[in-house]
Protein backbone atom coordinates (compact mmCIF):
# COMPACT_ATOMS: atom_id res chain seq x y z
CA UNK A 1 0.00 0.00 0.00
CA UNK A 2 1.61 3.48 -0.97
CA UNK A 3 0.24 6.85 -0.12
CA UNK A 4 1.36 9.53 -2.64
CA UNK A 5 0.91 13.10 -1.44
CA UNK A 6 1.21 16.19 -4.02
CA UNK A 7 -0.52 20.05 -4.30
CA UNK A 8 2.45 21.63 -1.68
CA UNK A 9 3.78 24.48 -2.38
CA UNK A 10 4.28 28.59 -1.68
CA UNK A 11 1.16 30.56 -1.04
CA UNK A 12 0.80 34.15 -0.15
CA UNK A 13 -1.09 35.04 3.59
CA UNK A 14 -5.06 34.80 2.63
CA UNK A 15 -4.42 32.56 -0.22
CA UNK A 16 -5.62 28.50 -1.03
CA UNK A 17 -4.16 25.69 -2.28
CA UNK A 18 -5.42 21.93 -2.15
CA UNK A 19 -3.62 18.88 -1.47
CA UNK A 20 -4.55 15.47 -2.83
CA UNK A 21 -3.25 12.06 -1.50
CA UNK A 22 -3.59 8.71 -3.40
CA UNK A 23 -3.90 5.61 -2.27
CA UNK A 24 -2.83 2.23 -3.82
CA UNK A 25 -2.24 -1.16 -3.14
CA UNK A 26 -4.71 -4.16 -2.41
CA UNK A 27 -7.12 -3.13 0.84
CA UNK A 28 -10.16 -4.16 1.65
CA UNK A 29 -11.23 -1.09 3.13
CA UNK A 30 -9.85 2.17 3.95
CA UNK A 31 -11.19 3.37 7.40
CA UNK A 32 -10.12 6.58 8.18
CA UNK A 33 -8.04 8.88 5.92
CA UNK A 34 -6.53 11.90 7.95
CA UNK A 35 -3.85 14.65 7.13
CA UNK A 36 -1.60 15.50 9.77
CA UNK A 37 0.94 18.47 9.95
CA UNK A 38 4.70 18.68 11.56
CA UNK A 39 7.07 21.78 12.12
CA UNK A 40 10.35 21.30 12.84
CA UNK A 41 10.67 20.82 16.93
CA UNK A 42 7.05 20.14 17.42
CA UNK A 43 5.03 16.95 17.60
CA UNK A 44 3.08 15.79 14.32
CA UNK A 45 -0.75 17.22 15.02
CA UNK A 46 -4.30 15.87 12.95
CA UNK A 47 -5.09 18.65 10.79
CA UNK A 48 -8.32 16.79 9.46
CA UNK A 49 -9.92 13.30 9.06
CA UNK A 50 -12.79 11.26 7.23
CA UNK A 51 -14.19 8.21 8.12
CA UNK A 52 -15.43 4.92 5.84
CA UNK A 53 -18.73 7.02 6.28
CA UNK A 54 -17.52 10.75 5.74
CA UNK A 55 -17.79 11.61 9.41
CA UNK A 56 -15.31 14.54 9.32
CA UNK A 57 -12.68 15.88 12.06
CA UNK A 58 -10.87 19.30 12.58
CA UNK A 59 -8.38 20.42 14.06
CA UNK A 60 -9.61 23.86 16.01
CA UNK A 61 -7.04 25.91 14.46
CA UNK A 62 -8.36 25.05 10.84
CA UNK A 63 -12.22 24.89 11.49
CA UNK A 64 -14.06 27.19 9.04
CA UNK A 65 -10.98 27.24 6.94
CA UNK A 66 -10.16 23.86 6.04
CA UNK A 67 -12.08 20.80 4.08
CA UNK A 68 -11.18 17.17 3.65
CA UNK A 69 -13.33 15.19 1.13
CA UNK A 70 -12.48 12.04 -0.76
CA UNK A 71 -13.51 11.01 -3.98
CA UNK A 72 -14.77 7.73 -3.01
CA UNK A 73 -14.48 4.86 -0.48
CA UNK A 74 -10.63 3.87 -1.59
CA UNK A 75 -9.57 7.81 -2.11
CA UNK A 76 -8.35 9.77 -2.86
CA UNK A 77 -8.24 11.97 -0.21
CA UNK A 78 -8.12 16.21 -0.62
CA UNK A 79 -7.40 19.00 1.69
CA UNK A 80 -8.98 22.09 0.15
CA UNK A 81 -7.10 24.94 2.23
CA UNK A 82 -8.15 28.37 2.54
CA UNK A 83 -7.74 31.36 4.27
CA UNK A 84 -4.00 30.54 4.84
CA UNK A 85 -2.22 31.83 7.02
CA UNK A 86 1.70 31.82 8.19
CA UNK A 87 0.96 29.48 10.83
CA UNK A 88 -0.28 27.17 8.68
CA UNK A 89 3.35 26.53 7.45
CA UNK A 90 4.04 22.99 8.02
CA UNK A 91 5.20 19.39 6.45
CA UNK A 92 1.61 18.05 5.66
CA UNK A 93 1.24 14.02 5.56
CA UNK A 94 -1.61 12.00 4.43
CA UNK A 95 -1.97 8.92 6.72
CA UNK A 96 -4.24 5.74 6.17
CA UNK A 97 -6.14 3.23 8.77
CA UNK A 98 -6.77 0.32 6.23
CA UNK A 99 -7.78 -3.44 6.36
CA UNK A 100 -5.91 -5.59 4.61
CA UNK A 101 -7.37 -9.17 3.65
CA UNK A 102 -4.32 -11.82 4.55
CA UNK A 103 -5.95 -14.55 3.34
CA UNK A 104 -7.87 -15.95 6.38
CA UNK A 105 -8.89 -12.86 7.98
CA UNK A 106 -8.57 -8.76 8.02
CA UNK A 107 -5.74 -6.98 9.85
CA UNK A 108 -5.65 -3.54 9.89
CA UNK A 109 -2.76 -1.67 8.95
CA UNK A 110 -1.67 2.58 9.24
CA UNK A 111 0.37 4.00 6.84
CA UNK A 112 1.48 7.34 6.05
CA UNK A 113 2.71 9.07 2.81
CA UNK A 114 5.38 11.05 2.37
CA UNK A 115 5.14 15.17 3.14
CA UNK A 116 4.67 17.97 1.21
CA UNK A 117 5.92 21.37 1.66
CA UNK A 118 2.59 24.08 2.74
CA UNK A 119 4.97 27.29 3.37
CA UNK A 120 2.48 30.59 3.74
CA UNK A 121 4.45 33.76 3.35
CA UNK A 122 3.15 37.14 5.48
Known amino acids: VQLQASGGGLVQAGGSLRLSCAVS????????LAWYRQTPGKQRELVAS???????NYADSVKGRFTISRDNAKGPVYLQMNSLQPEDTAVYYC?????????????????WGQGTQVTVSS
Open 25 to 32: GSIFSLNV
Open 50 to 56: ITYGDKT
Open 95 to 111: NADVDIWDGSSLEKFHY
